[in-house]
């Protein structure tokens, strides 16, 4: 098992940047998948971004592509997602989520069988 927890959110002015972090407790963090989701109030909880094992291999939906980065240190057991040029429709509670078999679609909340409790990232107008 592994548990998580993010820290980094905040609130930011439109155009601003956050670095959100993930710590995963145990020593195995290499051996996870790790994601980003977000959800909004009334919304349903949708992919922000992933990456594999090894940090080799990243995935990210077509509204942060060129803003958000997704990164990992296996070493700090510590996943990062680092938002830049921040919109108010960012806004959101974000979660960090891991699972550890062998392949999974990382695009699917129900594939991960461990998320963190969230943090609210609120970016005002």
């Known amino acids: 098992q592994v548990q998580l927890g993010e820290s980094g959110g905040g609130l930011v002015q439109a155009g601003g940047s956050l670095r959100l972090s993930c710590a995963a407790s145990?020593?195995?963090?290499?051996?996870?998948?790790m994601g980003w989701f977000r959800q909004a109030p009334g919304k349903e909880r949708e992919f922000v971004a992933a990456?594999?094992?090894?940090?080799?291999?990243?995935y990210s939906t077509d509204s942060v592509k060129g803003r958000f980065t997704i990164s990992r240190d296996n070493a700090k057991n510590t996943m990062y997602l680092r938002m830049n040029s921040l919109k108010p429709e960012d806004t959101a509670v974000y979660y960090c989520?891991?699972?550890?078999?062998?392949?999974?679609?990382?695009?699917?909340?129900?594939?991960?069988?461990?998320w963190g409790q969230g943090t609210q990232v609120t970016v005002s107008s």
């Open positions: 989520a891991a699972d550890s078999r062998y392949y999974i679609d990382p695009y699917y909340p129900s594939n991960y069988a461990y």
């Open positions: 990456i594999d094992k090894s940090g080799g291999s990243v």
């Open positions: 145990g020593r195995t963090f290499s051996t996870y998948v």
